[in-house]
Structure formats: C-alpha cells, structure tokens
C-alpha cells in the first residue's frame, strides 16, 4: 500500500461516492482534505464517521447482498463481561470485571463471503486499504490472516444487543447496509482507558448509568464508520422490530499474519478454522497487556 505516482483506475467507482470521498486519489488536493477531516474527527473523538459513503445505487445493492448472506449467520447468547472473559471473584461485584450482561449476536463468518461480493471486492482492494491505513495514522495495514474473522457481516434480529465492551483490534472498520426498525443505537466512551491503564472507576461509573463521558451516534446504510474499539468502551442496544440490522466489519491489523483467539472464534461463529485449532494447541500472545 505504496503511494503511487498517479490515480489509479478504481473498481471502487460506482460503490463509493469517489466525488465526496476520493479515495483513489489520497495525494490530491481533495484527497489530503478528506484526510485531514478524518483526523480532525479522531482526534475530537476516537471515531470518524463517513455519511453516505456509498451512493444509493450500490446501496440497494449492498442491501441485497447482505440479506443473501444473513442466514449463514451463527447466532450466539452468553453473559459477557466488558473484557470478554470470566471476571474476577477476587474483586467485589461491583467491579467492571464482574459485571455481566445478555449478548446475543449473528455474525456471518468470512469463509462464507465470496470473493465476487462487493464487500470482498471492496476490503480487498489497494485504494480502500491505503485510505483506512492514512485516517489510522499507520505506513500500511494488513488484512487479517483469519479466515473466519477477516470480512464479517453482524446480523442484528430483535432483541438482539452487544452489551458494553471492547474490541480486541485496535480499531475497526465497519460499514451499515441495513438498519432496524427501532433500537440498535451505537453509543461509546472515547478513550476511557489505554495501553497504560485500565481506569476501572470510570468504566464502572459509565455502568452504573453515568452518561457524561458518552456518545452516540445515528449511523445510517452506507456510513462508513472508523472507530479505535480497543481503547473506547462502547454497545449497540437492543434491537426493536422485525428488521434485521446488518453490518459489516472490515478488519484488518497493523502487521501482517493477525489470527484471533480460537475460544473466541468458537464463541462468536460456532466453530474453529484450522490455523486456530493449531494456535490453541501452541498457544498465542497479545501484544499488550490488557484485560482482554
């Protein structure tokens, strides 16, 4: 992910509206704008949201191709705790680590997204990962090396939520396609804690139901979202009617050959790939310290 001497010729033309956002041309005057719009929106919030991203033919698209893709989801329901682990019997109830909720959640695995899809067509592509990589802040990402992980569609039916969390990569890309009657509102703390440090009491104050540090947002089909999940505590409500919300995340890392955890993926898609039944075999480190 290079930059080049010129525009390239982009299969992104007509999925993304190259007019507002032009991403195939970053080192252009209107490139190096939307960059720097991006940045201001990271630096105020931790989150850069990009409405009607995608112009409304490839949306009815997108639409269509998520719906054909939404029964393969595997549905999940556990009580989960922010840091997506145990908890803690040594710290009182009250503490964050101890502090579970519902999460029922579908989520459409990456082996069952073609490679003729627009999603794939779309994460794939040199374009695309050079403008996630520059709003980052980073020389270049990498897709994930997961095969169930790297490209995913969350399928959201009623009653359906993700409870207060955290995500395991540092940021995550993701793109609405479809939105629910009612409920599915994406609400988040903005940095509330670090590589440095937890800061326990204030998550607990954000559990507790203090909303002053919070934010929400109405995303919208065809808002591209970029948002640092590691570092943001942050939910989707539940879900209200019987419209499905569909999502889809786009992963990706900041060096190269990123598989997840194999418990993880056994929770989330109801089975293990084969890189993971080796990784739980030999085991596998995180680069940081955090409770999750």
């Known amino acids: 992910m290079q930059a080049t001497d010129a525009p ?5 033309d007509g999925l993304i509206d190259l007019e507002h956002y032009p991403i195939h041309d970053l ?3 209107s490139g190096r704008a939307l960059i720097q719009r991006c940045h201001a929106q990271l630096a105020d919030d931790g989150c850069v949201v990009l409405k009607n991203f995608v112009p409304a033919d490839a949306l009815a698209r997108l639409e269509r191709e998520t719906e054909r893709l939404s029964p393969d989801a595997h549905y999940n329901q556990t009580e989960t705790n922010p840091y997506n682990n145990a908890g803690d019997p040594e710290r009182p109830a009250s503490h964050p680590l101890n502090r579970f909720d ?11 997204i073609g490679e003729d899809t627009i999603i794939r067509q779309v994460y794939q592509h040199p374009d695309f990962q050079r403008f996630i ?18 490209l995913v569609v969350n399928v959201l039916r009623e009653g359906c939520q993700h409870p207060w969390h955290y995500d395991t990569n540092e940021f995550i890309v993701t793109m609405m396609t479809r ?18 440090g937890e800061s326990f009491e204030e998550v607990e104050k954000v559990l507790d139901g203090d909303r002053s540090r919070l934010k929400a947002l109405d995303l919208q089909p065809g808002d591209l979202q970029v948002f640092f999940g590691r570092y943001s505590l942050h939910r989707v409500t539940p879900v209200e009617g019987q419209k499905e919300r569909h999502t889809v995340i786009f992963a990706y890392a900041k060096e190269p050959g990123f598989i997840g955890r194999p418990e993880r993926a056994q929770r989330i898609f109801g089975r293990m790939a084969p890189i993971h039944e080796t ?6 480190n995180r680069t940081d310290s955090l409770a999750d």
């Not at 390239?8 to 992104?12: A, D, G, K, R, V």
């Not at 519902?102 to 069952?112: P, Y």
């Open 279 to 284: 990784l739980l075999k030999e085991g596998m």
């Open 8 to 12: 390239t010729t982009s299969s992104l």
């Open 102 to 112: 519902d999460r029922t959640n579908g989520f459409v695995a990456g082996d069952r």
């Open 179 to 196: 939105q629910s009657h009612g409920g599915g509102r994406f609400e988040y703390a903005p940095g509330i804690r670090s590589p440095e």
């Open 133 to 150: 990589a520059t709003v980052v802040g980073m020389e270049e990402i990498h897709q994930y090396a997961d095969p169930l992980a790297d």
């Open 27 to 29: 080192d252009g005057e």
